[in-house]
């Protein structure tokens, strides 16, 4: 007997009922981010398992227990991507797309993995939509990319979300920042989970994130990021705040964010929509601004986001978004009869050739089956050629909105077809 093959745990098909939705999803994002003059970077979907050890961060849930990592026949370690911002510095630095001293304004969209525990709107493949701005500290340009995601997301209708934003500092107010932590903690440390018990020395920050709880409730009173912002991090903080002002981005200032990456300095920033359940975050971003040089480059402050497509579609499913876009044909072309079947194999041929999105359906023999289905596939007319028409020389042209139907002669359908429809 022939076995038959499941998908993998955690991944999806997208069928054909659902692919257009991403179509729209990926088209919106590619044209919006054009319009802030970003321009598109295709990587591979492996990297040396390094590329992410070293930036995303080795104590990071992502690198020790998500990301998948392999050995190739020769025996290098490769990891399938987790996120693109890793991979997007790695090839600015290998192809030195910084050289003319520009700020480089990359966008990505392609599929990312992550070993996690499935869940609605939580994946092993998910899709995310990105940008990167490598190459300036100007606080503006963390607003602008704040920019992007809000203009993308209203751009498709969406209303359930808003948009929190905090400071996780410099690297040296986030030491002192650390140290204030470890002593809040220290006392609570028999209360807390393994993996805190562990973050508390490896990265304390990461505590504030932990989903249990009992670890939750001792967070709660937890001394706050912004309160050990340094001059310089209180006013690079409080000008992204005047420009996302200007730009009338709404948002609300949350000092619990920490991001799950072990990258961010300064401006860190998350999407939310709370219809979503747990995975409330449609997206997620922050500045970064020593990745560069970790990867071998130059001192280069830069900051971007990311965003999963599945999160943004349930949540566009959940405010209607997406009903009546599904592309429908034209023409749904019946043809009854031998020979009608030849003249319809011509002009078929021709509407498709001029643009028209027609349906055709050579195996179907009947006329009520045949309307039926056009019904079905939303198409606007029925072409009908059958025995009849074809010796009265003629077509029947069905607007199957009103019903109205006309006579279209064969002899010049190449004409009066374009002008009808
Ligand atoms: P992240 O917060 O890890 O950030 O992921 C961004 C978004 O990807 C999440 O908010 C979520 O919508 C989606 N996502 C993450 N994991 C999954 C999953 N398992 N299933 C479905 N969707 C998921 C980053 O990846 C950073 N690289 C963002 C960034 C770019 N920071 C600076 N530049």
Redesign the pocket.
């Known amino acids: 007997m022939a076995i038959k093959y499941t998908i993998p745990r955690g991944t999806f098909d997208v069928l054909p009922k659902d692919s257009y939705k991403w179509e729209i999803i990926e088209a919106k994002f590619r044209h919006i981010a054009t319009r802030f003059g970003y321009r598109e970077i295709i990587t591979p979907i492996f990297e040396h398992a390094e590329v992410f050890e070293r930036s995303v961060g080795d104590s990071s849930d992502?690198v020790q227990k998500e990301m998948y990592r392999f050995t190739d026949r020769k025996g290098r370690i490769f990891a399938l991507r987790?996120?693109?911002?890793?991979p997007v510095i790695r090839s600015y630095v290998e192809n030195n797309l910084g050289q003319d001293n520009q700020i480089a304004k990359l966008f990505y969209i392609g599929p990312?993995f992550?070993y996690?525990r499935p869940q609605a709107?939580?994946?092993?493949q998910?899709s995310?939509f990105?940008?990167?701005c490598i190459g300036t500290n100007n606080p503006y340009y963390d607003a602008e990319t704040i920019q992007v995601f809000y203009v993308f997301l209203k751009d498709l209708g969406l209303k359930n979300f808003s948009v929190e934003v905090n400071s996780v500092g410099c690297e040296s107010c986030s030491q002192t920042y650390n140290q204030a932590l470890i002593k809040y903690f220290e006392p609570h440390l028999d209360a807390l989970c393994n993996d805190c018990k562990n973050r508390l020395n490896n990265n304390p920050k990461r505590l504030l994130d932990c989903k249990i709880k009992t670890c939750q409730a001792i967070t709660k009173n937890a001394p706050i990021m912004i309160d050990y912002l340094d001059d310089n991090c209180k006013e690079h903080f409080q000008q992204v705040q005047n420009y996302l002002k200007i730009m009338k981005v709404p948002f609300t200032v949350n000092p619990h964010i920490v991001?799950?990456?072990d990258?961010?300095t300064n401006t860190a920033f998350?999407?939310i929509n709370n219809n979503l359940g747990a995975?409330n975050?449609?997206?997620?971003?922050?500045r970064?601004n020593k990745l560069v040089e970790q990867f071998g480059g130059k001192h280069t402050p830069s900051?971007?986001?990311?965003?999963?497509t599945?999160?943004?579609l349930l949540s566009m499913e959940n405010e209607n978004l997406l009903d009546g876009l599904e592309p429908f044909p034209v023409v749904y072309f019946i043809a009854l009869g031998d020979n009608a079947k030849i003249k319809a194999i011509e002009m078929v041929s021709w509407l498709r050739q001029n643009n028209i999105h027609v349906e055709f359906d050579l195996d179907r023999t009947s006329l009520k089956s045949q309307l039926k289905n056009a019904d079905r596939l939303n198409a606007s007319y029925a072409f009908i050629l059958g025995e009849d028409e074809l010796n009265k020389n003629i077509c029947l042209q069905k607007n199957l909105k009103t019903g109205e139907q006309i006579e279209l002669p064969l002899d010049n359908y190449r004409e009066l077809y374009s002008m009808n429809l």
């Open positions: 992502i987790p996120e693109g911002t890793a990312m992550r996690d709107g939580r994946s092993r998910f995310q990105g940008i990167e991001r799950g990456l990258y961010y998350e999407f995975q975050a449609l997206g997620g971003g922050g970064y900051v971007g986001f990311a965003g999963g599945t999160r943004l």
